[in-house]
């Protein structure tokens, strides 16, 4: 009689197991199908220098509309690939992208400044990856000194020696790493320091409550370290006149938002490149 159920138990098990592996890879047919037909693209939200105004730098940024789901919003996006395992694929794919971008530009003869591209801790935990980004680099011909990363709090979560080896493989051929979302997250500050980033960027939160003593205090506190430790320092999510003239006080030399620039069709961001 035990027996019997433990057969049954296993029974519903497997088909349950069934369903979610059928589940999954319908979802990730469907994502790639996505990349094929094009549905997923890269916009471009250009970073300025604050001091003269100049495009220095762009975020490419993934936008997804599909006929069915209407649009699907990045982070929802990602977190489905991370969870399908589907974030190599599409990681892969927004690399690519970017790089046919960059050729695109360059070859219209236009002066191109270097792209920042998000990346997963799932990404970076792949012993393969700064193998595969110097692989897909070198296809393309481009320069490292033009593919920037952008890598969030949440690596201090990961498998911290994979983590390590990759960053320093890139950061040797001349690529340089930006720590996203600064303050937002855990363990900030060990993470700066360990993992050698290049550049750090303001979380918008910051930058939304300039005008409040204490966000103002934090703002200048991580600008001066920044500036006392070489890296750069960009604020995220600028919307106002007032942030713009508080981060020129304190010497924040990049920035990024709204009333400049929002994330852009890169048809629409090519004509803001300088004819070389
Ligand atoms: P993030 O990398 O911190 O990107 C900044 C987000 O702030 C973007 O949202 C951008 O559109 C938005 N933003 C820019 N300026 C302003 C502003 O002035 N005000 C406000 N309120 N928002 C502003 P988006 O495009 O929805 O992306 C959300 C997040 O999704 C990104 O945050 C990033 O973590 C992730 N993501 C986007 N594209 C990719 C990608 O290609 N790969 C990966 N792994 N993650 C991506
Ligand atoms: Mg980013
Ligand atoms: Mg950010
Ligand atoms: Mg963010």
Redesign the pocket.
């Known amino acids: 009689k035990d027996k019997n159920i433990h057969k049954s138990k296993i029974k519903i098990f497997n088909r349950k197991m069934e369903k979610k592996i059928t589940e999954k890879f319908k979802i990730q047919n469907f994502i790639m199908n996505a990349m094929k037909d094009g549905e997923i693209v890269?916009y471009y939200?250009p970073i300025f220098n604050i001091r003269n105004g100049q495009i220095e730098g762009v975020?490419?940024?993934?936008r997804w509309h599909n006929n069915k789901l209407g649009k699907v919003?990045?982070?929802k996006l990602?977190a489905i690939a991370e969870e399908t395992g589907l974030i190599h694929e599409l990681?892969q794919y927004?690399l690519e992208q970017a790089c046919k971008d960059i050729v695109n530009w360059k070859n219209k003869g236009l002066h191109i400044v270097p792209v920042a591209?998000?990346?997963?801790v799932k990404q970076l935990e792949n012993t393969k990856f700064s193998e595969i980004v110097k692989k897909t680099i070198t296809k393309y011909r481009i320069e490292e000194k033009y593919i920037e990363f952008?890598i969030?709090e949440s690596v201090s979560a990961g498998d911290i020696h994979t983590i390590q080896k990759n960053i320093k493989d890139m950061k040797n051929t001349g690529i340089k790493i930006c720590m996203?979302?600064f303050g937002k997250g855990y363990s900030s500050l060990s993470m700066l320091l360990n993992l050698h980033v290049d550049k750090l960027k303001i979380d918008?939160e910051f930058i939304q409550h300039i005008g409040k003593e204490r966000d103002e205090k934090v703002i200048m506190t991580v600008t001066q370290m920044a500036n006392a430790l070489d890296l750069k320092v960009v604020a995220?999510?600028?919307?106002t006149k007032e942030q713009v003239e508080f981060l020129k006080e304190i010497d924040c030399q990049w920035g990024?938002?709204?009333?400049w620039a929002?994330?852009m069709m890169k048809s629409d961001f090519e004509k803001k490149l300088i004819r070389l």
């Not at 975020?59 to 993934?62: D, G, Q, S």
């Not at 990024?256 to 009333?259: C, I, N, R, S, V």
């Open positions: 890269l939200q975020e490419a940024l993934i919003s990045p982070e990602i990681g927004i591209i998000n990346i997963s952008e969030t996203d979302d918008k995220e999510g600028i919307e990024q938002g709204y009333l929002k994330p």
